[in-house]
């Protein structure tokens, strides 16, 4: 049975986001770096969905002891980054475990961010993506992100260009209503738990 929990992402998450960071980036973000968005940082957002998977149980189950936590699996389905300054939102990253995706928990990540962003009554969000990453920018067309400009050689390991990307939020009052029909059918479609969209930071 498969369980998932969208929640702050804590110092003892930060080994298996460096290991997602390092297979799904070419110029990962390092384990120092993230300690600080995570312990130290007044205007990061951190999140992580994790998963936790456990055998089915059936009519049979009880005549044997469950063994306490042998049995159960956790591990991180996706993870994301926010910055909140000024009553600006910047996604600052975003990534799925490579050996999980193709579940859409990728999508669950983002759409946490920005429900995040709501909360917190920014004016807009603001993101930058590969020209190249078009896969990425499909999602966030999908979620209301208009490009606003190119921002030349962004990425230092190939001199790639970056879309500059925003969504506006103050100036659109009907978006919250439209995004809260959205992420009730993600929640409906994967029963997970929230505690980050509404909550604080640990550290605060």
Do not use: C
């Amino acid at each position: 049975m498969l369980s998932l929990s969208l929640r702050y992402m804590t110092a003892r998450d930060i080994p298996d986001v460096v290991e997602i960071d390092r297979q799904s980036f070419d110029m990962p973000w390092s384990a120092r770096s993230y300690a600080f968005e995570v312990g130290e940082s007044n205007y990061s957002h951190m999140m992580v969905l994790e998963t936790r998977t456990e055998p089915e149980r059936n009519r049979f189950s009880r005549l044997w002891p469950r063994g306490g936590q042998d049995n159960v699996t956790i591990a991180l389905g996706a993870y994301g980054g926010l910055w909140f300054i000024g009553g600006e939102a910047h996604i600052s990253t975003i990534a799925s475990n490579p050996l999980q995706r193709g579940r859409g928990w990728g999508e669950v990540a983002f759409a946490a961010m920005i429900r995040r962003s709501l909360t917190l009554r920014a004016t807009h969000i603001v993101l930058e993506v590969r020209v190249g990453n078009t896969i990425a920018q499909k999602l966030y067309v999908k979620y209301g992100f208009e490009t606003v400009g190119v921002k030349p050689h962004y990425y230092s390991n190939n001199a790639e260009d970056a879309y500059d990307m925003r969504l506006e939020l103050e100036s659109n009052p009907a978006y919250a209503g439209r995004f809260a029909e959205r992420w009730a059918a993600l929640k409906d479609r994967h029963r997970f738990t929230d505690s980050y969209t509404e909550g604080a930071p640990p550290r605060l």
